[in-house]
């Protein structure tokens, strides 16, 4: 594909509320990466995703947080019970080499921003 | 603990004044270190990393393990190098990357 896309690109969410982020990684890409990026901070770390298989969840802040990828594509970050503290950006990327390894370059897609009321 | 700071927020310079951009790991092993770029309205994209030891767009970084220090460096700063940078640590050759909180370039006419 043209590049890592994301969806939807803004949402707005009351506290308690249910919320669904996508991401499609580019095409045959193995490795998927979650960050999550507050206001005036760097990406941190999330969850990993080598096809579908979920290597690595250290990074979710809490069991609020919920990532799948069943068809080793597109991936859903889920937030139940969403609270203020989870309003920031959230980046997905995709990277080629199947051993996910964090050296090789990863491709972001937009981002989706979440801002809970 | 492993962290990356980045002392700056912000950094103005002019146009055709050189550009450094610090970068500070705190890891006890051999580090993979990268800079990434965020122009405005765009993505976060790889800028260089320390392994190529390559100049990309004018910008060179040098690994100082002595100083635990990645700086992003450009003699001469364009316009069009205004931009969101952070440095980023990878270690153990993990998967995880380990970012700093960025510094924000404007470079002035």
């Known amino acids: 594909g043209a590049g890592v896309s994301q969806s939807p690109r803004y949402k707005v969410a009351k506290r308690g509320q249910d919320v669904a982020l996508r991401c499609d990684p580019i095409?045959?890409?193995?490795?998927l990466f979650w960050y999550q990026q507050a206001l005036g901070q760097g990406p941190e770390f999330l969850t990993y995703?080598?096809?579908?298989?979920?290597?690595?969840k250290s990074g979710l802040p809490s069991d609020r947080f919920f990532a799948e990828r069943p068809e080793g594509s597109v991936s859903t970050l889920k937030i139940q019970r969403t609270q203020q503290e989870d309003s920031a950006v959230y980046l997905c990327?995709?990277?080629?080499?199947?051993?996910?390894?964090?050296?090789?370059?990863?491709?972001f897609g937009p981002g989706t921003r979440l801002l809970v009321l | 603990a492993q962290r990356v700071t980045q002392p700056e927020k912000l950094l103005s310079v002019f146009k055709g004044a050189p550009v450094e951009l610090k970068c500070n790991y705190s890891?006890?092993?051999?580090?993979?270190l990268f800079w990434y770029v965020q122009y405005s309205r765009q993505r976060l994209q790889l800028l260089l990393r320390h392994i190529s030891r390559e100049s990309i767009k004018g910008f060179t970084a040098d690994l100082n393990k002595g100083e635990t220090s990645f700086h992003l460096k450009k003699p001469f700063a364009q316009e069009e190098d205004s931009a969101m940078y952070y440095c980023a640590l990878n270690p153990n050759s993990n998967y995880q990357l380990i970012w700093g909180a960025g510094t924000k370039l404007i470079i002035k006419p």
């Open positions: 995703f080598q096809n579908e298989a979920q290597l690595d």
């Open positions: 890891y006890s092993g051999s580090p993979e």
């Open positions: 095409s045959g890409h193995v490795s």
């Open positions: 990327a995709s990277s080629l080499p199947t051993s996910g390894r964090a050296k090789e370059t990863q491709y």
